[in-house]
């Protein structure tokens, strides 16, 4: 089995997919999307996956793609938000160097706006998220080796922030390639 470098966790909108992308570049290595691979291996939306076969059948696809992935994936590695529900998805994650980004729902609306299509935020998206975040964060802190809030932060900042509190190193090149095309943005 091989060990990813680094495991994100987190709820919608912290920033998971990009600072993963970020990590991913610095350290040199790959990155993979458990919620990209439901979507590759359904050959639909998570969104429809929901609406047409419901959540207990997208828990059971996320389920064998978190196995799938950390058994396979050395590089960085993020997992959709509701991945740590699963108590067999958490025992998995014992011992790995898994982040939880926490964020704000403020901050959240902002980076992904509570209107796109995620089926769990449909009805009054504000309460849910924040019950969401109420049920999920002790699970999120369970499994998670750091904590790192994202508020007020640059994706390049989290990321950094990230590699230090798992006492990562940059690839060769790869600080400053992420630097240079943070600076583009």
Do not use: C
Not at 1 to 12: E, F, H, K, N
Not at 141 to 168: D, F, K, N, S, Y
Request: glycine content about 10%; overall charge negative; cysteine-free.
């Amino acid at each position: 089995m091989r060990s990813p470098a680094v495991v994100l966790i987190g709820p919608p909108g912290a920033g998971k997919s990009t600072v993963g992308a970020l990590l991913a570049e610095r350290l040199g290595v790959g990155y993979r999307d458990t919620d990209a691979d439901v979507v590759a291996t359904a050959g639909r939306p998570i969104a429809e996956i929901f609406i047409d076969q419901g959540e207990p059948h997208f828990r059971e696809l996320e389920r064998e793609a978190v196995r799938a992935a950390l058994d396979e994936h050395p590089g960085v590695l993020s997992l959709g938000g509701g991945a740590i529900l699963d108590e067999g998805t958490r025992k998995l994650l014992t011992g790995l160097p898994v982040v939880f980004l926490d964020v704000e729902l403020a901050d959240a609306v902002k980076r992904v706006g509570l209107d796109a299509p995620r089926p769990l935020l449909a009805v009054n998206p504000r309460k849910q998220w924040r019950d969401l975040m109420e049920r999920r964060r002790p699970l999120y802190t369970e499994v998670a080796r750091a904590v790192i809030a994202t508020g007020e932060r640059t994706p390049a900042q989290v990321a950094e922030a990230v590699l230090e509190a798992l006492e990562l190193h940059p690839a060769a090149g790869g600080a400053s390639r992420a630097a240079q095309r943070e600076e583009q943005a």
